[in-house]
């Protein structure tokens, strides 16, 4: 079993919709990243959350510890946010930390 | 005044051949890895250096060999090149520990 979970493993949505994509991980971790990949392209970094909630545009990142749950809401969805969505937790082993990925999910967003 | 630069971009090669990847990063982060995504785009880290001294070797074959001149470099050398290794491989620098990365676009790498 992989230490980072992501669900669903693809997505198909409407304009406009609401969308979450959800994330749990197994071990203890001092960080989540949500990273965005669009089809052929790079690794965009989105958030790097510990705790709480964040906001960026059409973006929020919420993360429960105790849960070690994580979702990534996209508000009024368009089809340019169609892309792999990958959820990757930092360990917490100090210096020597690595990122462990989760497969990601691919959401396609239909005009 | 790319961030993280990687070159080639795109690399095809046969079996056995001995090939190099380059990184570059300007953005003055202490710490720069490589990472593999396979074609299931399953992204696993392959190494990682802080300040130029290797940190994380994720258990990589010995034919791939990093090397960092300087922090602001990270290049990755691969010999006997093997048809598994077909895959992309991406860059990527960080300030340290808890903070975010960036990417590099990435090397797609196809031995033939």
């Known amino acids: 079993k992989n230490e980072v979970e992501q669900s669903p493993q693809n997505l198909t949505a409407q304009e406009g919709e609401f969308i979450t994509i959800n994330c749990s991980y197994s071990?203890?971790?001092?960080?989540l990243h949500w990273l965005q990949q669009h089809p052929g392209g790079g690794i965009v970094s989105l958030f790097m959350?510990?705790?709480g909630k964040k906001k960026h545009g059409r973006l929020i990142a919420t993360i429960n510890i105790q849960e070690k749950h994580s979702s990534l809401h996209i508000t009024a969805s368009h089809p340019r946010d169609s892309a792999v969505y990958i959820c990757?937790?930092?360990?917490?082993?100090?210096?020597?930390?690595?990122?462990?990925f989760g497969k990601g999910i691919t959401l396609s967003v239909r005009p | 005044d790319t961030a993280v630069s990687q070159t080639p971009k795109y690399l095809v090669t046969q079996m056995g051949n001995d090939k190099s990847i380059k990184c570059e990063q300007n953005?003055?982060?202490?710490?720069m890895y490589w990472y593999k995504q396979d074609s299931k785009k399953f992204l696993k880290i392959m190494f990682s250096?802080?300040?130029?001294?290797?940190?994380i070797n994720e258990t990589v074959p010995n034919r791939f060999s990093p090397k960092s001149p300087d922090k602001a470099h990270l290049n990755l050398h691969i010999n006997s090149l093997e048809l598994g290794d077909s895959a992309v491989y991406f860059c990527?620098?960080?300030?340290?520990?808890?903070?975010?990365?960036?990417f590099g676009s990435g090397t797609r790498l196809t031995v033939v």
């Open positions: 990527a620098s960080s300030p340290g520990l808890n903070y975010g990365y960036t």
């Open positions: 071990v203890g971790i001092s960080a």
């Open positions: 959350l510990s705790s």
């Open positions: 990757a937790v930092s360990g917490s082993g100090g210096a020597n930390s690595k990122l462990t």
């Open positions: 953005l003055g982060h202490d710490t």
């Open positions: 250096y802080n300040n130029k001294e290797l940190i």
